[in-house]
């Protein structure tokens, strides 16, 4: 076969530190847009962003050349150095080390892109710790859940 041919598509979940609702509606928006923008930077376009006041959904599709680390590594990076360099906040601005990120079933997509546009929703009655243990459990992810965020330990 001469070329390369994939479908990966990932759904990844990151979390402002400490879970501080530091995401303001007047500049999620923005956020989102440069989120997006990052993603086509990697080469690996976004399928949909969204999120709340205190972390963020992506969907999107994995070239085979980078690792899921390396594109969370930028997008994290440069969206955080945005948000402090638009000064939308009085302290600097920092995303919680790691995230999550799962493997999607191609035929499941559809509900994916569903569940991450209607975040604010969903959220009105679960909280993103909830939200994280939920979904390593559907993903058989083993963890510790002193280790899930920075505030607990």
Not at 43 to 66: A, M, Q, Y
Not at 111 to 126: D, L, P, R, T, W
């Amino acid at each position: 076969m001469a070329n390369t041919y994939s479908s990966i598509v990932i759904h990844a979940v990151f979390v402002v530190k400490y879970r501080k609702a530091l995401i303001d509606p007047s500049w999620k928006s923005k956020l989102i847009g440069v989120i997006t923008e990052l993603f086509l930077e990697t080469e690996c376009p976004s399928i949909i962003v969204n999120g709340t006041s205190d972390h963020i959904h992506c969907l999107f599709r994995l070239k085979t050349s980078i690792s899921v680390a390396g594109v969370m590594k930028i997008v994290k990076a440069k969206s955080s150095k945005w948000i402090n360099e638009n000064h939308f906040l009085t302290s600097r601005f920092e995303w919680q080390k790691g995230y999550s990120a799962f493997s999607c079933d191609y035929r499941k997509i559809q509900g994916i892109m569903e569940y991450i546009k209607n975040q604010e929703i969903h959220h009105m009655e679960s909280s993103v710790y909830e939200e994280q243990m939920i979904l390593l459990n559907q993903h058989s992810i083993s963890y510790d859940s002193k280790y899930l965020f920075e505030d607990l330990l």
